[in-house]
């Protein structure tokens, strides 16, 4: 299978705490997006890269969150300091910039649950 | 601001009927539209997309119209079939910008 892969597919934590999500783009992808879906809405921006370079970091990203991409292909988005309003599903997808249009493809994305 | 809209959160339609799916926005520098189609528990996955310059494109059952005057879209299905319930979002572009989706609508098809 060569679409995106993320990891882990659950995770629960406790408030407070810190929690890292792995996202690995399909293989010849340049783009990666970090996106944030919870109930009843759509999947909302959070930061893309293009290579190892973070473009774009929307304001709903607080300063606990961070992410990275250090060699221009897996990526990382750690929460630290959870809160329960962190309760989300987290969606990476990816894409070939330069493409007509920009269609991206999302991995099955990492369910959080703060307590 | 809702830059995408979505102001059916739910639609039942009938086994092999037509469904419709309507999506408006807000930002006249939009050039690139999606349709993703989600089921519970999993990522959205592409359906179909339109460029600015064009007004359908059609994809087998799936059709998208575009309306620029009016800065609205729609899907149709056709014909409607179970595995198509789930929730489809709206998404749009300044081509090559990061991707807006609408809050989705919930599509039901009835036996």
């Known amino acids: 299978d060569t679409g995106v892969s993320q990891n882990p597919r659950h995770k629960i934590t406790k408030r407070g705490q810190n929690v890292t999500f792995r996202c690995d783009p399909i293989s010849e992808h340049n783009r990666l997006y970090w996106y944030r879906q919870t109930l009843g809405q759509g999947p909302e921006f959070l930061t893309y890269?293009?290579?190892?370079?973070?473009?774009?970091k929307s304001r709903l990203l607080s300063d606990r969150f961070s992410a990275e991409r250090p060699k221009g292909s897996f990526s990382t988005l750690e929460i630290q300091r959870t809160e329960q309003g962190d309760s989300a599903m987290y969606l990476c997808a990816s894409s070939l910039a330069g493409e007509s249009g920009n269609t991206i493809y999302f991995g099955e994305g990492s369910w959080l649950t703060v307590v | 601001d809702q830059q995408v809209k979505q102001n059916s959160p739910s639609l039942s339609v009938q086994e092999g009927r037509i469904s419709i799916l309507n999506c408006d926005y807000t930002?006249?520098?939009?050039?690139?539209f999606l349709w993703y189609k989600k089921y519970p528990a999993e990522g959205p996955t592409f359906l179909i997309s339109i460029s600015s310059i064009k007004d359908k494109n059609e994809d087998g059952r799936f059709t998208v119209f575009l309306n620029k005057s009016a800065k609205h879209l729609s899907l149709h299905i056709v014909p409607s079939q179970p595995g198509d319930s789930a929730v489809y979002f709206c998404?749009?572009?300044?081509?090559?910008?990061?991707?807006?989706f609408g809050k989705g609508t919930r599509l039901h098809i009835l036996p």
């Open positions: 890269f293009q290579n190892e370079a973070q473009l774009e």
């Open positions: 930002n006249s520098m939009f050039d690139y």
């Open positions: 998404a749009a572009s300044e081509w090559d910008d990061k991707i807006i």
